[in-house]
């Protein structure tokens, strides 16, 4: 029976669940991938050893195969892109060009084509029909979008805070409304998402783990008696939430490689308490925090629940690690099916 198709795609995999209705969450099928920039790196890297230039085509989607390039071009090999495509390099153009890659709309002689896509269709086609599983009725997926913010030196992190700020006093906190049916100007990346599924509702990967968390009935009924602290430790980005009565009252985002567990509990501590300064988040090397004035009964936000692959950074500071639908990586999943539900999109 076709369903609809959940993906969270993260810098590492991409969770994806299958939702078949009449069927047990626990037996729709589910996958756990490398994430599409993932397959691009490895391409990248075989078209590198067989000494190939290449140019990168397609669409803007996330820009995990950057490394690879840079290996690519320290090897004397050449480099060309779309402009859409270079967009998944970053907002300024000038200085991918600075980097040696041609902007070009058309495949130089003697390049090879590269595909570059968060969702490839004759993929799923491939995957599914392998799966013995019918194309689904509806597709639906979360990606992390910095947003377009061409610009100096830390515009991008700026930018992307500035969003956050933005969408969370438009929507009053409400999470349901972080799924789009069109995504703000600024998330190109999500846009390009959107149209490579053939439409469909999409959000940033931060919207669907807060979804997620509520998904769970007992952290949610907790969350509507007092607030609740809950932290998304992905492999790129760590995004926390103060949550309380369907409500998001704060949000705070740093990169996970950049900062150490004592120093982000830290934050964390300070952060619930409202003391924590934005442009301390900012100045080293996160994008910020947002605290907006609680009601008296979110208390002070001490329960912490933490997802995400790297969750086990804070093991050791009394937190709960929550499991929604019975498994913690398709957590974004079903915060894109708790949030279709709360729609009246899904049974």
């Known amino acids: 029976m076709p369903g609809t198709l959940i993906l969270d795609i993260g810098s590492g995999t991409q969770d994806v669940f ?33 000494s190939r230039h290449v140019w990168l085509h397609g669409r803007n989607m996330g820009g995990g195969f950057g490394g690879a390039l840079r290996e690519h071009l320290k090897r004397g090999l050449k480099a060309a892109a779309t402009r859409n495509a270079a967009h998944s390099l970053g907002d300024d153009l000038t200085r991918i060009e ?47 979008d910095h947003g377009f913010h061409p610009g100096g030196p830390g515009s991008n992190r700026r930018g992307r805070f500035r969003l956050w700020e933005r969408l969370l006093l438009e929507s009053d906190g409400r999470p349901v409304a972080l799924i789009f049916d069109v995504p703000p100007p600024e998330m190109t990346r999500l846009a390009d998402l959107q149209a490579s599924m053939g439409g469909g509702p999409v959000a940033d990967t931060g919207a669907a783990a807060v979804l997620g968390a509520l998904f769970d009935d007992g952290l949610r009924a907790l969350s509507e008696e007092r607030g609740v602290l809950v932290v998304n430790v992905g492999n790129g980005h760590t995004v926390a939430f103060l949550v309380h009565q369907d409500r998001i009252l704060g949000v705070y985002e740093h990169h996970t ?91």
């Open 18 to 50: 299958y939702h078949q209705p009449g069927l047990r969450l626990e037996n729709c099928p589910k996958f756990v991938l490398p994430t599409p920039a993932r397959a691009v790196a490895a391409r990248l890297r075989a078209l590198s050893e067989a």
């Open 98 to 144: 600075g980097m040696g890659v041609l902007l070009t709309e058309e495949c130089p002689p003697d390049h090879a084509p590269l595909l570059l896509t968060d969702f490839d269709p004759d993929f799923w086609h491939r995957l599914l029909d392998a799966a013995g599983l019918p194309w689904p009725e509806r597709i639906a997926a979360a990606a992390q």
């Open 257 to 347: 490689g950049m900062i150490e567990a004592p120093v982000l509990w830290d934050h964390l501590e300070r952060f619930r308490a409202g003391v924590l300064d934005s442009a301390e988040v900012f100045d080293t090397g996160g994008h910020g925090c947002l605290r907006l004035d609680p009601p008296r009964s979110a208390g002070d936000f001490t329960p912490t629940f933490v997802l995400g692959p790297r969750r086990d950074l804070l093991t050791s500071f009394g937190v709960s690690f929550p499991a929604p639908g019975g498994d913690m990586m398709l957590a974004g999943c079903f915060g894109l099916l708790h949030g279709l539900r709360l729609r009246g999109f899904e049974d």
